[in-house]
Protein backbone atom coordinates (compact mmCIF):
# COMPACT_ATOMS: atom_id res chain seq x y z
CA UNK A 1 0.00 0.00 0.00
CA UNK A 2 1.20 3.55 -0.49
CA UNK A 3 3.80 2.84 -3.35
CA UNK A 4 4.32 3.67 -6.83
CA UNK A 5 3.99 0.49 -7.95
CA UNK A 6 -0.26 0.73 -7.36
CA UNK A 7 -0.01 3.85 -9.82
CA UNK A 8 -2.93 3.35 -12.20
CA UNK A 9 -1.94 3.96 -15.35
CA UNK A 10 -3.92 6.25 -18.04
CA UNK A 11 -5.74 7.99 -14.95
CA UNK A 12 -6.86 11.56 -15.80
CA UNK A 13 -8.25 13.20 -12.97
CA UNK A 14 -10.58 16.64 -13.68
CA UNK A 15 -8.87 20.05 -12.11
CA UNK A 16 -12.58 21.00 -10.67
CA UNK A 17 -12.64 19.32 -7.14
CA UNK A 18 -15.86 17.79 -5.95
CA UNK A 19 -15.04 18.17 -2.05
CA UNK A 20 -12.62 19.67 0.21
CA UNK A 21 -12.30 18.28 3.88
CA UNK A 22 -9.68 18.76 6.54
CA UNK A 23 -7.34 16.14 5.64
CA UNK A 24 -7.96 15.92 1.54
CA UNK A 25 -9.38 17.44 -1.58
CA UNK A 26 -11.77 14.80 -3.08
CA UNK A 27 -12.00 14.65 -7.09
CA UNK A 28 -13.52 13.01 -9.97
CA UNK A 29 -11.28 10.75 -12.45
CA UNK A 30 -10.99 8.22 -15.37
CA UNK A 31 -9.28 5.77 -16.27
CA UNK A 32 -8.62 6.07 -20.05
CA UNK A 33 -6.17 3.38 -21.39
CA UNK A 34 -9.21 0.35 -20.30
CA UNK A 35 -11.29 -0.84 -23.08
CA UNK A 36 -14.36 0.19 -21.52
CA UNK A 37 -14.04 3.96 -19.78
CA UNK A 38 -14.18 3.52 -15.70
CA UNK A 39 -14.93 6.42 -13.52
CA UNK A 40 -13.73 6.90 -10.01
CA UNK A 41 -13.35 9.01 -7.30
CA UNK A 42 -9.50 10.08 -6.35
CA UNK A 43 -8.87 11.17 -2.85
CA UNK A 44 -5.73 13.53 -2.55
CA UNK A 45 -3.48 14.70 0.84
CA UNK A 46 -0.83 15.43 2.29
CA UNK A 47 1.56 13.24 3.40
CA UNK A 48 2.65 15.29 6.33
CA UNK A 49 -0.26 16.13 8.91
CA UNK A 50 0.32 17.71 12.26
CA UNK A 51 -1.53 16.33 15.23
CA UNK A 52 -0.54 13.25 17.89
CA UNK A 53 -3.10 10.76 15.69
CA UNK A 54 -0.77 10.95 12.29
CA UNK A 55 2.65 10.70 13.59
CA UNK A 56 2.67 7.20 12.11
CA UNK A 57 0.23 7.59 9.43
CA UNK A 58 -1.76 10.67 7.98
CA UNK A 59 -5.63 10.57 7.98
CA UNK A 60 -5.75 9.56 4.45
CA UNK A 61 -3.50 6.99 4.83
CA UNK A 62 -5.57 5.28 7.79
CA UNK A 63 -8.59 5.69 5.80
CA UNK A 64 -7.17 3.70 3.07
CA UNK A 65 -5.29 0.85 5.33
CA UNK A 66 -9.13 0.60 6.60
CA UNK A 67 -10.82 0.49 3.30
CA UNK A 68 -8.35 -2.24 1.79
CA UNK A 69 -8.74 -4.88 4.94
CA UNK A 70 -12.34 -4.38 5.66
CA UNK A 71 -14.65 -5.20 2.77
CA UNK A 72 -18.21 -4.95 3.03
CA UNK A 73 -20.64 -4.20 -0.05
CA UNK A 74 -21.99 -1.00 2.60
CA UNK A 75 -18.32 0.14 3.17
CA UNK A 76 -16.37 2.59 0.69
CA UNK A 77 -15.04 0.36 -1.99
CA UNK A 78 -11.29 0.04 -2.05
CA UNK A 79 -9.46 0.73 -5.43
CA UNK A 80 -5.75 1.72 -5.50
CA UNK A 81 -3.57 3.85 -3.65
CA UNK A 82 -0.23 5.28 -3.97
CA UNK A 83 2.17 8.53 -2.94
CA UNK A 84 3.55 11.13 -5.51
CA UNK A 85 6.07 13.91 -4.50
CA UNK A 86 4.55 14.89 -1.26
CA UNK A 87 0.93 13.65 -1.96
CA UNK A 88 -1.29 10.96 -1.15
CA UNK A 89 -3.45 9.47 -3.49
CA UNK A 90 -6.44 7.05 -3.02
CA UNK A 91 -8.63 5.73 -5.58
CA UNK A 92 -12.24 4.39 -4.66
CA UNK A 93 -15.08 3.60 -6.52
CA UNK A 94 -17.25 6.61 -7.87
CA UNK A 95 -19.05 8.97 -5.07
CA UNK A 96 -20.25 12.44 -3.81
CA UNK A 97 -20.86 12.84 -0.50
CA UNK A 98 -23.94 12.68 0.74
CA UNK A 99 -24.79 16.03 1.55
CA UNK A 100 -24.21 17.21 -2.31
CA UNK A 101 -27.37 14.28 -3.18
CA UNK A 102 -29.17 14.29 0.06
CA UNK A 103 -31.88 16.96 -0.65
CA UNK A 104 -32.62 15.17 -3.94
CA UNK A 105 -33.60 11.75 -2.21
CA UNK A 106 -37.00 10.96 -1.11
CA UNK A 107 -37.91 8.72 2.02
CA UNK A 108 -37.68 5.08 0.56
CA UNK A 109 -33.79 6.05 -0.69
CA UNK A 110 -33.17 7.70 2.83
CA UNK A 111 -34.70 4.96 4.67
CA UNK A 112 -32.47 1.97 2.50
CA UNK A 113 -29.28 4.36 2.66
CA UNK A 114 -30.11 4.10 6.82
CA UNK A 115 -30.54 0.19 6.52
CA UNK A 116 -26.73 0.01 4.34
CA UNK A 117 -25.15 1.95 7.11
CA UNK A 118 -26.54 0.23 9.91
CA UNK A 119 -25.50 -2.90 8.10
CA UNK A 120 -21.97 -1.86 7.91
CA UNK A 121 -21.74 -0.94 11.44
CA UNK A 122 -22.89 -4.24 12.76
CA UNK A 123 -20.58 -5.63 9.95
CA UNK A 124 -17.86 -3.84 12.05
CA UNK A 125 -19.04 -4.50 15.95
CA UNK A 126 -19.59 -7.87 15.35
CA UNK A 127 -16.87 -9.56 12.49
CA UNK A 128 -14.29 -6.88 12.55
CA UNK A 129 -14.61 -6.00 16.23
CA UNK A 130 -13.54 -2.43 15.77
CA UNK A 131 -15.70 1.44 16.02
CA UNK A 132 -15.90 3.53 13.39
CA UNK A 133 -15.74 6.78 15.94
CA UNK A 134 -16.59 9.37 13.34
CA UNK A 135 -20.58 8.56 12.02
CA UNK A 136 -22.08 11.65 10.34
CA UNK A 137 -23.23 12.73 7.43
CA UNK A 138 -19.97 13.60 6.28
CA UNK A 139 -18.64 9.84 6.64
CA UNK A 140 -21.34 9.14 4.47
CA UNK A 141 -21.16 8.55 0.28
CA UNK A 142 -23.53 8.27 -2.27
CA UNK A 143 -22.64 5.92 -5.46
CA UNK A 144 -24.51 7.37 -8.90
CA UNK A 145 -27.11 4.66 -8.27
CA UNK A 146 -28.14 6.35 -5.37
CA UNK A 147 -26.91 3.70 -2.64
CA UNK A 148 -24.63 4.82 0.22
CA UNK A 149 -21.16 3.73 1.66
CA UNK A 150 -19.28 4.53 4.96
CA UNK A 151 -16.50 6.10 4.75
CA UNK A 152 -14.22 8.59 7.00
CA UNK A 153 -12.59 5.80 8.96
CA UNK A 154 -9.52 8.13 9.60
CA UNK A 155 -10.44 7.77 13.50
CA UNK A 156 -11.28 3.83 13.19
CA UNK A 157 -9.99 1.33 15.77
CA UNK A 158 -10.44 -1.78 17.50
CA UNK A 159 -12.15 -2.55 20.53
CA UNK A 160 -8.70 -2.79 22.24
CA UNK A 161 -7.67 0.41 21.31
CA UNK A 162 -10.76 2.83 21.98
CA UNK A 163 -9.34 4.13 25.47
CA UNK A 164 -10.04 7.81 26.78
CA UNK A 165 -6.47 8.86 25.54
CA UNK A 166 -7.65 7.96 22.24
CA UNK A 167 -11.13 9.53 22.40
CA UNK A 168 -9.64 12.89 23.78
CA UNK A 169 -7.15 13.20 21.20
CA UNK A 170 -9.39 12.53 18.13
CA UNK A 171 -12.15 14.60 19.57
CA UNK A 172 -11.21 17.96 18.28
CA UNK A 173 -11.34 16.92 14.60
CA UNK A 174 -14.48 14.88 14.78
CA UNK A 175 -18.20 15.59 14.29
CA UNK A 176 -19.19 18.12 17.54
CA UNK A 177 -22.68 16.68 17.35
CA UNK A 178 -22.26 13.54 17.03
CA UNK A 179 -19.80 13.14 20.05
CA UNK A 180 -21.67 12.04 23.35
CA UNK A 181 -20.70 14.64 25.97
CA UNK A 182 -19.48 11.42 28.49
CA UNK A 183 -17.95 9.03 26.05
CA UNK A 184 -14.64 9.37 28.32
CA UNK A 185 -16.86 8.78 31.53
CA UNK A 186 -18.29 5.87 29.82
CA UNK A 187 -15.27 4.12 28.12
CA UNK A 188 -13.92 3.52 31.70
CA UNK A 189 -17.17 2.70 33.80
CA UNK A 190 -18.38 0.40 30.92
CA UNK A 191 -17.39 -2.70 29.00
CA UNK A 192 -19.48 -1.95 25.90
CA UNK A 193 -17.03 -0.18 23.16
CA UNK A 194 -19.70 0.06 20.66
CA UNK A 195 -21.37 2.88 22.15
CA UNK A 196 -19.48 5.55 20.34
CA UNK A 197 -21.29 4.46 17.55
CA UNK A 198 -24.47 3.68 18.50
CA UNK A 199 -25.09 7.27 19.94
CA UNK A 200 -23.48 8.75 16.67
CA UNK A 201 -26.12 6.89 14.49
CA UNK A 202 -28.99 7.83 16.44
CA UNK A 203 -27.68 11.22 15.54
CA UNK A 204 -27.49 10.98 12.22
CA UNK A 205 -31.19 9.07 11.86
CA UNK A 206 -32.20 12.03 13.41
CA UNK A 207 -31.23 14.74 11.42
CA UNK A 208 -31.93 13.00 8.02
CA UNK A 209 -35.41 12.11 8.82
CA UNK A 210 -36.06 15.04 11.00
CA UNK A 211 -38.51 16.82 8.00
CA UNK A 212 -40.39 13.32 7.16
CA UNK A 213 -43.55 11.71 8.31
CA UNK A 214 -45.13 8.40 8.19
CA UNK A 215 -47.34 9.32 5.15
CA UNK A 216 -43.90 8.33 3.49
CA UNK A 217 -42.53 5.32 4.97
CA UNK A 218 -44.54 3.70 7.75
CA UNK A 219 -43.17 3.44 11.02
CA UNK A 220 -40.94 6.31 10.82
CA UNK A 221 -41.84 7.97 13.26
CA UNK A 222 -41.29 5.82 16.20
CA UNK A 223 -37.96 4.88 14.73
CA UNK A 224 -36.91 8.58 14.81
CA UNK A 225 -37.84 8.58 18.38
CA UNK A 226 -35.85 5.23 19.60
CA UNK A 227 -33.32 6.84 17.50
CA UNK A 228 -33.05 9.93 20.05
CA UNK A 229 -34.40 8.71 23.15
CA UNK A 230 -32.73 5.28 23.42
CA UNK A 231 -29.45 5.35 20.92
CA UNK A 232 -28.78 8.61 22.42
CA UNK A 233 -29.86 8.10 26.42
CA UNK A 234 -26.99 8.90 29.14
CA UNK A 235 -27.21 5.65 30.43
CA UNK A 236 -24.57 3.49 28.37
CA UNK A 237 -26.61 0.09 29.32
CA UNK A 238 -30.42 0.94 28.17
CA UNK A 239 -28.96 1.84 24.78
CA UNK A 240 -29.88 -1.42 22.63
CA UNK A 241 -27.00 -2.51 19.94
CA UNK A 242 -27.62 -1.65 16.72
CA UNK A 243 -27.85 -5.03 15.11
CA UNK A 244 -31.35 -5.31 17.20
CA UNK A 245 -32.33 -2.48 14.81
CA UNK A 246 -32.96 -4.83 11.88
CA UNK A 247 -35.71 -6.09 13.39
CA UNK A 248 -37.78 -2.56 13.35
CA UNK A 249 -40.73 -2.52 11.04
CA UNK A 250 -38.84 0.90 10.02
CA UNK A 251 -36.58 -1.63 8.54
CA UNK A 252 -39.05 -4.21 7.58
CA UNK A 253 -40.94 -2.55 4.65
CA UNK A 254 -41.64 -4.25 1.31
CA UNK A 255 -39.56 -1.83 -0.47
CA UNK A 256 -36.36 -2.33 2.11
CA UNK A 257 -37.00 -6.18 2.04
CA UNK A 258 -36.94 -6.79 -1.32
CA UNK A 259 -33.77 -4.38 -1.65
CA UNK A 260 -32.10 -6.48 0.59
CA UNK A 261 -32.88 -9.59 -0.80
CA UNK A 262 -31.45 -8.45 -4.19
CA UNK A 263 -28.19 -6.99 -2.31
CA UNK A 264 -27.83 -10.59 -0.29
CA UNK A 265 -28.52 -12.84 -3.49
CA UNK A 266 -25.41 -14.83 -3.14
CA UNK A 267 -26.06 -15.70 0.19
CA UNK A 268 -29.89 -17.77 -1.01
CA UNK A 269 -31.03 -20.67 -2.08
CA UNK A 270 -32.33 -21.82 -5.17
CA UNK A 271 -35.39 -22.46 -3.69
CA UNK A 272 -35.57 -18.47 -2.07
CA UNK A 273 -34.66 -17.52 -5.81
CA UNK A 274 -37.36 -19.25 -7.19
CA UNK A 275 -40.13 -17.75 -4.87
CA UNK A 276 -38.31 -14.06 -4.54
CA UNK A 277 -38.62 -14.00 -8.71
CA UNK A 278 -42.34 -15.53 -8.95
CA UNK A 279 -43.53 -12.84 -7.09
CA UNK A 280 -41.59 -10.01 -7.72
CA UNK A 281 -43.38 -8.69 -10.65
CA UNK A 282 -46.31 -7.88 -8.93
CA UNK A 283 -44.59 -6.83 -5.35
CA UNK A 284 -42.59 -4.28 -7.36
CA UNK A 285 -46.07 -2.81 -9.19
CA UNK A 286 -46.62 -1.15 -5.92
CA UNK A 287 -44.10 1.18 -5.47
CA UNK A 288 -43.01 4.57 -7.98
CA UNK A 289 -41.40 3.59 -11.51
CA UNK A 290 -38.52 6.11 -10.86
CA UNK A 291 -37.91 4.90 -7.58
CA UNK A 292 -37.80 1.07 -8.65
CA UNK A 293 -35.79 2.22 -11.51
CA UNK A 294 -33.51 4.67 -9.20
CA UNK A 295 -33.42 1.92 -6.41
CA UNK A 296 -33.29 -1.42 -8.26
CA UNK A 297 -32.01 -0.59 -11.60
CA UNK A 298 -28.57 -2.33 -11.43
CA UNK A 299 -29.48 -4.39 -8.66
CA UNK A 300 -32.47 -6.24 -11.70
CA UNK A 301 -29.47 -6.05 -13.78
CA UNK A 302 -26.69 -7.43 -12.09
CA UNK A 303 -25.26 -10.79 -13.12
CA UNK A 304 -27.00 -12.98 -10.49
CA UNK A 305 -30.40 -11.75 -11.92
CA UNK A 306 -29.33 -11.69 -15.65
CA UNK A 307 -28.23 -15.65 -15.28
CA UNK A 308 -31.65 -17.23 -13.52
CA UNK A 309 -33.95 -19.32 -15.13
CA UNK A 310 -36.93 -18.06 -13.19
CA UNK A 311 -36.03 -14.12 -13.78
CA UNK A 312 -35.54 -14.98 -17.10
CA UNK A 313 -38.89 -15.80 -17.67
CA UNK A 314 -40.68 -13.82 -15.21
CA UNK A 315 -39.20 -10.46 -14.55
CA UNK A 316 -37.06 -9.86 -17.45
CA UNK A 317 -39.51 -9.91 -20.16
CA UNK A 318 -41.81 -6.63 -18.23
CA UNK A 319 -37.94 -5.18 -17.10
CA UNK A 320 -36.68 -5.27 -20.75
CA UNK A 321 -39.82 -3.97 -22.83
CA UNK A 322 -40.20 -0.56 -21.84
CA UNK A 323 -44.04 0.94 -22.23
CA UNK A 324 -44.80 1.87 -25.89
CA UNK A 325 -45.80 5.58 -25.99
CA UNK A 326 -45.84 6.01 -22.28
CA UNK A 327 -49.28 4.30 -21.59
CA UNK A 328 -50.22 2.64 -18.86
CA UNK A 329 -52.42 0.06 -20.19
CA UNK A 330 -49.36 -2.59 -20.20
CA UNK A 331 -47.76 -4.56 -17.59
CA UNK A 332 -44.12 -3.54 -18.18
CA UNK A 333 -42.53 -1.56 -15.31
CA UNK A 334 -41.23 1.77 -17.08
CA UNK A 335 -42.35 4.29 -19.36
CA UNK A 336 -39.51 4.88 -22.26
CA UNK A 337 -38.29 8.20 -20.17
CA UNK A 338 -37.36 6.22 -17.04
CA UNK A 339 -35.93 3.17 -19.01
CA UNK A 340 -33.57 5.93 -21.22
CA UNK A 341 -32.60 7.78 -17.49
CA UNK A 342 -31.45 4.88 -15.32
CA UNK A 343 -31.63 1.62 -17.09
CA UNK A 344 -29.87 2.82 -20.40
CA UNK A 345 -26.66 3.34 -19.31
CA UNK A 346 -26.25 -0.06 -17.40
CA UNK A 347 -27.19 -1.97 -20.68
CA UNK A 348 -24.86 0.14 -22.34
CA UNK A 349 -22.22 -1.41 -19.70
CA UNK A 350 -23.88 -4.94 -19.70
CA UNK A 351 -22.93 -4.94 -23.70
CA UNK A 352 -19.32 -5.06 -23.51
CA UNK A 353 -19.13 -7.98 -21.43
CA UNK A 354 -18.12 -11.12 -23.45
CA UNK A 355 -20.33 -13.79 -21.22
CA UNK A 356 -22.52 -15.92 -24.40
CA UNK A 357 -25.61 -16.09 -22.42
CA UNK A 358 -26.37 -12.71 -21.01
CA UNK A 359 -25.20 -11.14 -24.56
CA UNK A 360 -27.83 -14.07 -25.97
CA UNK A 361 -30.57 -12.64 -23.56
CA UNK A 362 -30.29 -9.23 -24.26
CA UNK A 363 -30.22 -9.52 -27.97
CA UNK A 364 -33.23 -11.76 -27.75
CA UNK A 365 -34.85 -8.66 -25.84
CA UNK A 366 -32.82 -5.88 -28.51
CA UNK A 367 -35.86 -4.72 -30.66
CA UNK A 368 -38.25 -3.81 -27.66
CA UNK A 369 -35.38 -1.01 -26.31
CA UNK A 370 -33.32 -0.39 -29.73
CA UNK A 371 -35.05 2.86 -30.14
CA UNK A 372 -34.44 4.13 -26.42
CA UNK A 373 -30.69 4.52 -27.05
CA UNK A 374 -28.97 7.51 -29.82
CA UNK A 375 -27.42 6.98 -32.63
CA UNK A 376 -24.05 8.11 -31.54
CA UNK A 377 -24.79 5.56 -28.26
CA UNK A 378 -25.70 2.42 -30.88
CA UNK A 379 -22.88 2.72 -33.22
CA UNK A 380 -20.15 4.06 -31.11
CA UNK A 381 -20.81 1.12 -28.39
CA UNK A 382 -23.25 -0.94 -29.43
CA UNK A 383 -22.31 -1.66 -33.19
CA UNK A 384 -19.09 -2.39 -32.26
CA UNK A 385 -20.05 -5.34 -29.75
CA UNK A 386 -22.55 -6.91 -32.16
CA UNK A 387 -19.63 -6.55 -35.17
CA UNK A 388 -17.26 -9.06 -32.32
CA UNK A 389 -20.14 -11.18 -31.52
CA UNK A 390 -20.41 -11.88 -35.47
CA UNK A 391 -17.22 -13.33 -35.44
CA UNK A 392 -17.45 -15.77 -32.82
CA UNK A 393 -17.41 -19.79 -33.17
CA UNK A 394 -20.78 -20.18 -30.96
CA UNK A 395 -22.56 -20.64 -34.22
CA UNK A 396 -25.98 -19.76 -32.59
CA UNK A 397 -24.98 -16.17 -31.07
CA UNK A 398 -23.52 -15.73 -34.33
CA UNK A 399 -27.18 -16.28 -36.13
CA UNK A 400 -29.21 -14.18 -33.29
CA UNK A 401 -26.51 -11.64 -33.87
CA UNK A 402 -26.97 -11.07 -37.67
CA UNK A 403 -30.67 -10.93 -36.79
CA UNK A 404 -29.70 -7.86 -34.62
CA UNK A 405 -27.42 -5.80 -36.87
CA UNK A 406 -30.95 -6.09 -39.10
CA UNK A 407 -32.56 -3.97 -36.48
CA UNK A 408 -29.95 -1.40 -36.78
CA UNK A 409 -30.01 -0.99 -40.56
CA UNK A 410 -33.67 0.88 -40.25
CA UNK A 411 -31.88 3.62 -37.76
CA UNK A 412 -27.80 3.58 -38.82
CA UNK A 413 -28.46 2.95 -42.70
CA UNK A 414 -26.41 -0.30 -44.30
CA UNK A 415 -23.73 1.80 -44.96
CA UNK A 416 -22.75 2.12 -41.60
CA UNK A 417 -24.07 -1.62 -40.18
CA UNK A 418 -22.30 -3.38 -43.24
CA UNK A 419 -19.35 -1.02 -44.29
CA UNK A 420 -17.72 -1.03 -47.48
CA UNK A 421 -19.01 0.14 -50.95
CA UNK A 422 -22.67 -0.84 -52.69
CA UNK A 423 -24.41 -0.16 -55.37
CA UNK A 424 -27.66 -0.49 -56.59
CA UNK A 425 -27.56 -4.18 -57.81
CA UNK A 426 -31.23 -5.20 -57.94
CA UNK A 427 -33.97 -3.12 -59.89
CA UNK A 428 -37.69 -2.80 -59.40
CA UNK A 429 -39.45 -5.08 -62.02
CA UNK A 430 -43.08 -5.15 -60.73
CA UNK A 431 -45.48 -3.15 -64.02
CA UNK A 432 -45.90 -0.02 -63.94
CA UNK A 433 -49.28 0.74 -63.20
CA UNK A 434 -51.06 4.08 -63.97
CA UNK A 435 -54.38 4.20 -61.38
CA UNK A 436 -57.53 5.17 -63.11
CA UNK A 437 -56.95 4.10 -65.98
CA UNK A 438 -58.46 0.38 -66.62
CA UNK A 439 -59.11 -0.75 -70.04
CA UNK A 440 -62.96 -1.84 -70.56
CA UNK A 441 -63.63 -3.92 -73.37
CA UNK A 442 -68.26 -3.36 -73.90
CA UNK A 443 -68.35 -5.46 -76.81
CA UNK A 444 -66.86 -7.11 -80.04
CA UNK A 445 -67.31 -4.44 -82.38
CA UNK A 446 -64.28 -2.13 -80.77
CA UNK A 447 -61.83 -5.03 -81.54
CA UNK A 448 -59.49 -4.54 -84.46
CA UNK A 449 -60.22 -6.24 -87.42
CA UNK A 450 -57.83 -9.26 -88.27
CA UNK A 451 -54.33 -9.05 -89.47
CA UNK A 452 -54.92 -11.34 -93.18
CA UNK A 453 -51.83 -11.40 -93.61
CA UNK A 454 -50.94 -14.09 -90.24
CA UNK A 455 -51.89 -17.20 -92.72
CA UNK A 456 -49.64 -15.97 -94.97
CA UNK A 457 -46.13 -17.87 -95.06
CA UNK A 458 -44.68 -15.72 -97.43
CA UNK A 459 -45.55 -12.19 -95.90
CA UNK A 460 -44.80 -13.56 -92.93
CA UNK A 461 -41.25 -14.40 -93.99
CA UNK A 462 -41.27 -11.13 -94.99
CA UNK A 463 -41.94 -9.13 -91.56
CA UNK A 464 -39.82 -11.80 -89.44
CA UNK A 465 -36.26 -10.85 -92.12
CA UNK A 466 -37.33 -7.37 -92.13
CA UNK A 467 -37.89 -6.57 -88.40
CA UNK A 468 -33.54 -8.01 -88.59
CA UNK A 469 -31.46 -5.71 -86.60
CA UNK A 470 -29.79 -2.94 -89.80
CA UNK A 471 -26.24 -4.22 -90.98
CA UNK A 472 -23.55 -2.56 -92.91
CA UNK A 473 -23.78 -2.71 -97.19
CA UNK A 474 -21.80 -5.70 -98.34
CA UNK A 475 -18.70 -5.11 -100.66
CA UNK A 476 -20.29 -7.41 -103.03
CA UNK A 477 -23.60 -7.03 -104.93
CA UNK A 478 -26.49 -6.16 -103.19
CA UNK A 479 -28.45 -9.12 -101.38
CA UNK A 480 -24.63 -11.02 -101.53
CA UNK A 481 -21.83 -11.07 -98.82
CA UNK A 482 -18.88 -9.81 -99.59
CA UNK A 483 -15.90 -11.85 -99.04
CA UNK A 484 -14.65 -10.06 -95.48
CA UNK A 485 -17.87 -10.85 -94.18
CA UNK A 486 -18.05 -14.65 -95.78
CA UNK A 487 -14.42 -14.64 -94.12
CA UNK A 488 -15.15 -13.37 -91.02
CA UNK A 489 -18.21 -15.89 -90.78
CA UNK A 490 -16.04 -18.58 -91.40
CA UNK A 491 -13.48 -17.47 -88.48
CA UNK A 492 -16.14 -16.92 -86.40
CA UNK A 493 -17.57 -20.32 -86.42
CA UNK A 494 -14.45 -22.46 -86.54
CA UNK A 495 -13.91 -21.79 -82.95
CA UNK A 496 -17.59 -23.94 -82.25
CA UNK A 497 -16.16 -27.17 -84.54
CA UNK A 498 -16.51 -30.35 -82.97
CA UNK A 499 -14.76 -32.24 -85.13
CA UNK A 500 -11.49 -29.97 -85.32
CA UNK A 501 -9.26 -33.24 -85.12
CA UNK A 502 -10.72 -34.70 -87.65
CA UNK A 503 -9.75 -34.37 -91.33
CA UNK A 504 -11.54 -35.81 -93.51
CA UNK A 505 -15.62 -36.67 -92.19
CA UNK A 506 -17.06 -39.67 -93.87
CA UNK A 507 -20.59 -40.49 -94.31
CA UNK A 508 -21.85 -44.42 -94.13
CA UNK A 509 -21.74 -44.50 -98.09
CA UNK A 510 -17.90 -44.05 -97.90
CA UNK A 511 -18.57 -40.54 -99.83
CA UNK A 512 -17.10 -37.21 -98.22
CA UNK A 513 -19.86 -35.27 -96.61
CA UNK A 514 -20.57 -31.60 -98.21
CA UNK A 515 -23.07 -28.79 -97.30
CA UNK A 516 -25.84 -27.99 -99.29
CA UNK A 517 -28.09 -25.20 -99.54
CA UNK A 518 -31.57 -26.66 -99.08
CA UNK A 519 -34.18 -26.13 -101.86
CA UNK A 520 -37.55 -25.91 -99.92
CA UNK A 521 -36.95 -22.24 -99.16
CA UNK A 522 -37.39 -21.34 -103.35
CA UNK A 523 -40.32 -23.61 -103.58
CA UNK A 524 -42.59 -21.27 -101.48
CA UNK A 525 -42.35 -18.49 -103.74
CA UNK A 526 -42.39 -20.54 -107.16
CA UNK A 527 -45.82 -21.91 -105.76
CA UNK A 528 -46.60 -17.65 -105.06
CA UNK A 529 -48.29 -16.04 -108.31
CA UNK A 530 -46.74 -13.34 -110.46
CA UNK A 531 -48.27 -10.33 -108.74
CA UNK A 532 -46.20 -10.75 -105.91
CA UNK A 533 -43.15 -10.77 -107.87
CA UNK A 534 -41.02 -7.68 -106.98
CA UNK A 535 -41.78 -8.58 -102.94
CA UNK A 536 -41.00 -11.69 -103.51
CA UNK A 537 -37.24 -10.92 -105.28
CA UNK A 538 -36.51 -9.00 -102.18
CA UNK A 539 -37.60 -11.49 -99.57
CA UNK A 540 -35.85 -14.36 -101.63
CA UNK A 541 -32.58 -12.24 -101.71
CA UNK A 542 -32.33 -11.45 -97.98
CA UNK A 543 -33.46 -15.51 -97.06
CA UNK A 544 -30.80 -16.27 -99.42
CA UNK A 545 -28.22 -14.25 -97.36
CA UNK A 546 -29.57 -15.40 -94.06
CA UNK A 547 -29.25 -19.53 -95.49
CA UNK A 548 -25.74 -18.62 -96.75
CA UNK A 549 -24.46 -17.65 -93.60
CA UNK A 550 -25.92 -20.35 -91.64
CA UNK A 551 -25.01 -22.84 -93.60
CA UNK A 552 -20.96 -22.83 -93.09
CA UNK A 553 -18.77 -25.03 -95.52
CA UNK A 554 -17.02 -28.24 -93.92
CA UNK A 555 -13.07 -28.02 -93.77
CA UNK A 556 -13.31 -30.71 -95.77
CA UNK A 557 -14.75 -29.33 -98.50
CA UNK A 558 -12.19 -26.71 -98.46
CA UNK A 559 -9.46 -29.41 -99.68
CA UNK A 560 -9.05 -29.03 -103.56
CA UNK A 561 -9.11 -32.99 -104.33
CA UNK A 562 -12.52 -33.06 -102.77
CA UNK A 563 -13.83 -29.90 -104.74
CA UNK A 564 -17.00 -30.44 -106.88
CA UNK A 565 -16.97 -30.35 -111.04
CA UNK A 566 -17.34 -27.64 -112.69
CA UNK A 567 -20.80 -29.10 -114.48
CA UNK A 568 -21.78 -29.68 -110.43
CA UNK A 569 -25.25 -27.55 -110.21
CA UNK A 570 -24.65 -25.49 -107.11
CA UNK A 571 -26.76 -22.70 -106.25
CA UNK A 572 -24.17 -20.70 -103.91
CA UNK A 573 -20.65 -20.24 -104.78
CA UNK A 574 -18.39 -19.20 -101.98
CA UNK A 575 -15.73 -17.78 -103.64
CA UNK A 576 -17.37 -15.83 -106.35
CA UNK A 577 -15.80 -12.89 -104.95
CA UNK A 578 -12.60 -13.49 -104.49
CA UNK A 579 -9.66 -12.03 -106.60
CA UNK A 580 -8.49 -13.14 -108.78
CA UNK A 581 -10.74 -15.14 -110.89
CA UNK A 582 -9.91 -18.42 -111.77
CA UNK A 583 -11.50 -20.40 -114.56
CA UNK A 584 -11.54 -23.99 -113.54
CA UNK A 585 -12.21 -25.03 -116.95
CA UNK A 586 -8.97 -23.98 -118.70
CA UNK A 587 -6.46 -24.73 -115.42
CA UNK A 588 -7.65 -27.75 -114.18
CA UNK A 589 -7.84 -30.07 -116.93
CA UNK A 590 -6.51 -33.63 -115.81
CA UNK A 591 -5.91 -36.59 -118.29
CA UNK A 592 -6.99 -40.18 -118.06
CA UNK A 593 -3.53 -41.21 -116.85
CA UNK A 594 -3.18 -38.53 -114.35
CA UNK A 595 -6.47 -39.64 -112.74
CA UNK A 596 -5.49 -42.89 -112.20
CA UNK A 597 -2.64 -41.29 -109.78
CA UNK A 598 -5.31 -38.97 -108.20
CA UNK A 599 -7.36 -42.17 -107.16
CA UNK A 600 -3.87 -43.20 -105.55
CA UNK A 601 -3.69 -40.50 -103.34
CA UNK A 602 -7.78 -39.97 -102.42
CA UNK A 603 -7.79 -41.27 -98.42
CA UNK A 604 -11.17 -41.90 -98.16
CA UNK A 605 -12.07 -45.36 -96.73
CA UNK A 606 -13.99 -47.99 -99.52
CA UNK A 607 -15.05 -51.60 -98.83
CA UNK A 608 -11.72 -52.94 -100.42
CA UNK A 609 -9.55 -50.96 -98.12
CA UNK A 610 -7.53 -52.49 -95.16
CA UNK A 611 -8.03 -51.16 -90.89
CA UNK A 612 -5.98 -48.25 -91.75
CA UNK A 613 -8.17 -47.04 -94.88
CA UNK A 614 -5.45 -47.32 -97.38
CA UNK A 615 -6.27 -48.94 -100.77
CA UNK A 616 -3.28 -52.13 -101.27
CA UNK A 617 -2.45 -50.77 -104.63
CA UNK A 618 0.97 -50.18 -105.23
CA UNK A 619 2.27 -46.83 -106.43
Known amino acids: MGNDHSHLGGIEIEEKSVEVSDFWTHYSATIVNSENTTNLSVLIGELFVDGPLWTTHTPLEKNSKHFMIYRHPCILKYISSWHKSSKFYLAVEEVVPLGHSLALQNTLQICIGLH??????????????????????????????????????????????????????????RYDKAIDPNEEKHVQGSSRRDFVDVFAYGVLVCEVLKTKSDDDVSSLTSFRDLCKNELQSIDVAARPKLSSLLQHEFFNHEFIIIHSFLVELPLKSDEEKTQFFHSLVERLKAFPEVTVASQFGNLLLSRLVLLNKTAQDELLPFLLCPKEGGEDGTSNFFTEDTFRKYLAPKLLEIFCVRDAQIRLLLLNHFKHFVHIFTKDELQTCILPELLVGVKDTNDHLVSVTLRTLADLVPILGAATVIGGKRGKLFTDGRPVTHPGRRPRRTSKRHDPPPDPTLNNPIIQTHHVMMNLPERPRPDGEEGETSAEEAEQSVEGDLDNWEDWGETNPVQENGETSSVHTSESTPSIFESHDQNGAAQEAVVQGVVAIAVRKKSLPDISELDIKNQASSDQNDEFDFFQDMEPVIETAEKFLVEEEVADVSIKLNLAVTEEGNEDGWVDEEW
Open 116 to 173: SILKALCFLHETAFISHNNICTASVYTTRDGNWKLGGMEYACKFTELTRDYLKKSKSS
